[in-house]
């Protein structure tokens, strides 16, 4: 197909936009200005808790990745509610969806890693079989598994349809395990999480604590908005990338 | 500082990981977008 | 959809009674899975206190297997797309499916039941009979209509193998707890009363609602190209 009149962007637009905007980048500078004062206020200035000492500072690392996982699977469940609503089955919606969980199976991850670390601290072992413990990292493994979804392949509606409703599911699913490992959990006598984590709150941890939430809240913002730029470019370079690829080659040829 | 070896593992573990995720974030988006016309990237 | 949903259930197991896969390769392949945690347990006591646990667990890595098979019977010639071109109802497609996956697995089941009171002497007991039934039921149903769900979604796509039982295993979990706490009760393991089942089938219940109405209105959505 001889599209003529695709535009050519000159060189100097090509090489330097990417996925940034100007409102990417203040997002971005944000997140790392806060993210050294997280730094500077989680390992330094904080003080050390009563009972727990040091390690109380792994919180504010865990607290904010476990806020950012959850919000990103939420924020999945709604856009794919949004793909399959009536006749919004705009592929943005999808994209939303997909980079948003791509974003919470990470900082699961990260969470479930400074979980562990710090359940070594506080109760001397990695894991305890605690209702809430239990069904993150089963969310962990069902977002792992809605991304393989998303990339088993066939057109972009078909993708999108499919992994909707695998999010949708997830939703119906994650209540459920939960509940059912509560239940499990209640029949053994142990003691919760909840009831093991008394952090009695200083001032200047609460306020670790806050930034901690602001920081990884702006940073989930910038990741989706450029993840999702990224797969929207991915998908066009699906529908039509060849033939701009091909012009692009030609018109190196009459150069 | 007590436990100082799993604090700084957190510390470093989570932002290195969310660093190189961001790199290559922006990395493929550059690369990508060589390759497309400005009109297919609404937000430029 | 109930008319369609009995034909194809039909149809499968049709398929069964002429090809005998299920009976000549799942079926010995649970009873081995038996014969090998034994092994793995190497003690007589602990075998017996696990053994609900041993039998679901023997009956999740079976429905995996089950699943493919039943919609490798479908992809094989093109069978789906065929009954979506004919505008076959996908609600009926799926409640057949499940009917059909329901049949085997309760087959299954027993044999894993018989085998269990053969080779970790479990035994059964008269007050427990009714808590038994009704766990294996509800449990059965819930499984067979997962199972359904996430293999019409996994069924038709290269790599679908590996996948099922990364998407099915998570969701079967509070099915895996349920029918195990409930069979202990049934049985007496561990010293557990009847009255202490009945709050897991009730689990079970809940998992079996959620996912009769979830996937009749998933399936169509699922499979559609």
Redesign the interface.
Known sequence: MATPD????TAA???R?????TFTRFIGLATIVS?IAL?VF??LLSP?DVQQ???V??LY??VG?VWVAYVAFAFTALSSAAY?WKRTTSLAWDRFAGASAEIGV?FMA?TL??GS??G??SWGKFWVWDARVTSTA?MF??Y??YL??RG???SHQ?RA??S???A??AV??IP??H???K??RG?HQDSSVADRTNVNLHGLMLFSLFISLIAFTL?YV??LM??Q??L???D??DN??LD??LQ?RRDEGDL | ????G??L???I???G??AA??IA??R???R??????????P?? | MFRVARLIAAKDLRIELRSRVVTNQVLPFAAIVMVMFAFALNSDAVVSRVAPGLVWLATLFSLLILVQRSFAIENADGATDALRAAGVDPSGIFLGKAMALAVQLAVLELVLLVSAVVLYSTELRVGGIVLLLVTFVAATVGLALVGT?YGG?AGG???RET?LP??LL??V??VL??AT?ATESALGTGGATVADGW??VG?LA??VA??SV?GTL?FG??I??
């Open positions: 695709i535009e050519t962007p637009a090509n090489t936009a990417g996925t940034g905007t993210m730094g989680g390992l050390a000492s040091d390690s500072r792994i690392i865990h990745t399959l990470l990260l890693l400074a670390l710090w070594r601290l089963f493994v069902t792992v598994g393989a979804v088993l392949g066939g078909q349809r499919r909707a409703v695998v949708l599911l119906l699913e459920l395990v509940f059912s490992v239940l499990w029949l940073l910038w990741l450029h993840r730029r990224v929207a470019m991915q066009d370079i039509s990338g701009y690829a692009q | 500082m007590e436990d100082l799993f604090i593992a957190t510390y573990v989570t932002f990981s969310v995720f961001a974030i922006v493929r988006g550059r990508l977008a060589a390759q497309l016309p400005a009109k297919d990237k937000w430029t | 769900l979604l796509v290269r790599g996948l990364l998407l998570p969701v979990a509070p707890i349920g706490r709050p897991w689990l809940v998992f959620l996912f979830g998933a959505p699922l559609e190209e």
